[in-house]
């Protein structure tokens, strides 16, 4: 049971809609998701979408730019959903073809009458829904109709002789008739009926007829001659053609005249004969040989041309046509090939080309667009809206909000061991104290050994570069620490509670690195989270990385998830990509984290001093991806 079917322009239009009688369903909320979630954000490769309870499955017409949307029940299990939106885009694409050529569709005051149609697909399509299959019982499989069977004796049936034993066989051990005695062990034998004896007979004497009269006439042919003979060979010639090859020998003066055909001997004659055929022959097979490498030579062309770059197999088709997935699947096979290499997860190299594959397909090109062009121009607006953030996460405008409200801005940092927590954090403290504000630190690793004694370097570090003088002896930077094995959500809570008294504007978290398997560290982390609430929980992550990365956050976000006691689980909210020098022109990891999560990159680490934090620029790792 449907709960709604819409159809929606790119544009933003709603053309026509058809909800469930008697039953208000608000599908406004579950469509803005679905535009807001997938389509904006280049994730349409898969044509299923869940927000709530409501799962809908949706369709692009890339032709006319249209959405066809089916919403109902998660609960349910419909198989005809996918006819029905095939059916009544076909319907309405012959119906509106000449309005949605024209642009004049959305201009229509009047709501379009397609209650009627509608119901009929509808109809149409339930009708035809697979049923499950139901098992057989016993008494009706073929398994049980064959064992009645052989229980049935047909009375009409004669019994065959070969049940009864004859009264004149010999027993074993005795001789027969004919003297001879009969084997130790004797083989049953199939009692044939006397019409079958004779017939076998037939077929016999037949066959040694045919025998004879064989011999008899290879007999006549000659071909019975066992002796050796001497072998000839084809165009060899034999001693007769010595003089005629012999071109060593002067010729006869002929005067300019050509010779007497009477002058040119029998074996002569015959040599030319069969040189003429030989040369025909051999005329035919150059021209056949010469014919196939033709051919050979341009389906190797073709091939070469088809091969050539990434996008080079299709830069020869141009025109004005609709794209299908056939002339599609080879270029995205390539494009699949070369995001791997580039460092992207293989599952979001191969869902990215879905995306792809969807947005393009039924794509009408214009005239002078060639099939390579309008695959990378896709996929470079993909992957530039992929790494655009849904939201903008601005630190500086959140801090000044947070200054008004006379509180601290949090910020959490947490990821796996090693990846460079504690530097980054260092890094952002120097911007945030480049921009004006006093920072404290939480020293939240009380398990590592050292971690502390290395937020103290950063600390003393930080303050050397904007002594306190400066700000009326007061220093920017402070580092709240209360030693190890402590808990860590407890420090956490101390220390906001502390900046607060000491109207220090932001507090850094520093917390343990913990793999995403490691349940009790990750139990931890989602305690302190959900008992502190910080503003931002940034995720650091390398991005050396590939298919680990997606492994990652995947897994912290449901381990907080998981581990939260809230309602409204906390989870990750943006990402900080490290070590972002060191890898060249792969930066595969910023698109597999930014895809799975859907959080932005806030900053990406260049180098290892504490100006050297940037923010993403999205274009610039798109071109370094399609380089």
Same mark, same amino acid.
């Given at each position: /049971?449907?709960?709604?079917?819409?159809?929606?322009?790119?544009?933003?239009?709603?053309? $026509?809609?058809?909800?469930?009688?008697?039953?208000?369903?608000?599908?406004?909320e579950p469509i803005n998701a679905l535009i807001k979630d997938v389509i904006l954000q280049e994730r349409s490769g898969t044509a299923n979408f869940v927000h709530g309870a409501v799962q809908m499955k949706y369709k692009l017409d890339n032709e006319y730019e249209l959405i066809f949307v089916v919403g109902y029940q998660t609960i349910l299990t419909l198989s005809y959903v996918d006819k029905l939106i095939d059916d009544v885009q076909q319907r309405f694409r012959d119906k509106y073809r000449q309005k949605l050529l024209d642009g004049t569709l959305c201009l229509l005051k009047t709501p379009f009458n397609c209650a009627s149609e509608f119901a009929q697909l509808l109809k149409l399509a339930e009708q035809s829904q697979v049923k499950a299959p139901v098992m057989k019982t016993y008494e009706k499989s073929a398994k049980s109709q064959k064992t009645i069977n052989s229980l049935k004796i047909e009375k009409n049936k004669k019994e065959t002789p070969v049940n009864k034993k004859s009264k004149n066989s010999p027993k074993p051990?005795? +001789?027969?008739s004919s003297g001879k005695s009969p084997d130790a062990s004797p083989k049953p034998r199939k009692v044939e009926e006397p019409s079958d004896v004779a017939r076998q007979r037939e077929l016999f004497i037949q066959k040694?007829?045919?025998?004879?009269?064989?011999?008899?006439?290879?007999?006549?042919?000659?071909?019975?001659?066992k002796s050796k003979k001497e072998r000839v060979w084809d165009n060899g010639g034999t001693a007769k053609d010595a003089p005629v090859l012999d071109y060593s020998s002067p010729k006869p003066q002929t005067n300019g005249h050509e010779p007497d055909m009477e002058l040119v001997t029998e074996t002569e004659q015959s040599w030319v004969n069969r040189s003429s055929s030989i040369q025909a022959l051999e005329v035919e097979e150059v021209e056949t040989y010469d014919a196939v490498e033709v051919q050979k030579t341009s389906a190797?062309?073709?091939?070469?041309?088809?091969?050539?770059?990434?996008?080079? /197999?299709?830069?020869?088709?141009?025109?004005?046509?609709?794209?299908?997935k056939e002339a599609l699947q080879p270029v995205l096979d390539t494009m699949s090939d070369h995001l791997i290499g580039k460092n992207v997860a293989a599952d979001i190299a191969s869902k990215m080309c879905e995306s792809v594959a969807t947005k393009l397909e039924g794509k009408v090109l214009g005239t002078f667009s060639t099939i390579a062009y309008a695959v990378k121009q896709s996929l470079n607006e993909s992957l530039v809206q992929i790494l655009t953030p849904k939201r903008r996460v601005d630190i500086l405008r959140d801090v000044l909000e947070a200054?008004?409200?006379?509180?601290?801005? =949090? =910020?959490?940092?947490?990821?796996?061991?090693?990846?460079?927590?504690?530097?980054?954090?260092?890094?952002?403290?120097? $911007?945030?104290?480049?921009?004006?504000?006093?920072? /404290?630190?939480a020293a939240c690793d009380t398990f590592r050994a050292g971690a502390v004694?290395?937020?103290?370097?950063? =600390?003393?570090?930080?303050?050397?570069?904007?002594?306190?003088?400066? +700000?009326?002896g007061i220093s920017q930077v402070h580092l709240y620490e209360k030693g190890y094995g402590k808990d860590a959500a407890g420090i956490a809570m101390q220390a906001i509670y502390a900046a607060r008294d000491q109207r220090y504007d932001v507090v850094l978290v520093d917390t343990a690195g913990r793999m995403q398997d490691n349940e009790p560290l990750m139990r931890a982390l989602a305690k302190l989270?959900?008992?502190?609430?910080?503003?931002?929980?940034?995720? =650091?992550?390398?991005?050396?990385?590939?298919?680990?990365?997606?492994?990652?956050?995947?897994?912290?976000?449901?381990?907080?998830?998981?581990?939260?006691?809230?309602?409204?689980?906390?989870?990750?909210?943006?990402?900080?990509?490290?070590k972002f020098d060191t890898i060249d022109d792969k930066v595969g990891a910023a698109?597999? /984290?930014?895809?799975?999560?859907?959080?932005?990159?806030?900053?990406?680490?260049?180098?290892?001093?504490?100006?050297?934090l940037r923010s993403l620029n999205p274009k610039a790792v798109v071109q370094a991806l399609l380089k």
């Open positions: /049971m449907l709960d709604f079917f819409t159809i929606l322009s790119k544009g933003g239009f709603v053309l $026509w809609c058809y909800t469930l009688q008697g039953v208000k369903t608000n599908f406004t051990g005795q +001789n027969s040694q007829l045919q025998a004879r009269s064989n011999k008899t006439d290879k007999k006549k042919k000659g071909l019975s001659d190797a062309e073709s091939d070469k041309k088809s091969s050539a770059g990434l996008f080079g /197999m299709f830069r020869s088709l141009v025109g004005s046509k609709a794209l299908t200054q008004r409200s006379a509180r601290p801005y =949090v =910020v959490t940092f947490c990821g796996v061991n090693g990846v460079g927590k504690s530097t980054n954090l260092a890094k952002i403290c120097f $911007w945030l104290m480049e921009n004006g504000f006093r920072v /404290m630190i004694e290395q937020l103290r370097t950063h =600390v003393a570090r930080l303050n050397a570069l904007h002594p306190p003088s400066k +700000n009326n989270i959900s008992v502190n609430s910080p503003d931002l929980v940034l995720f =650091v992550g390398e991005a050396l990385v590939g298919n680990e990365a997606v492994d990652q956050l995947v897994k912290f976000n449901q381990a907080l998830a998981d581990h939260s006691n809230s309602q409204e689980p906390r989870i990750i909210d943006g990402i900080v990509l490290t698109i597999s /984290m930014t895809y799975i999560t859907g959080q932005p990159i806030v900053f990406v680490g260049i180098g290892q001093s504490y100006p050297d």
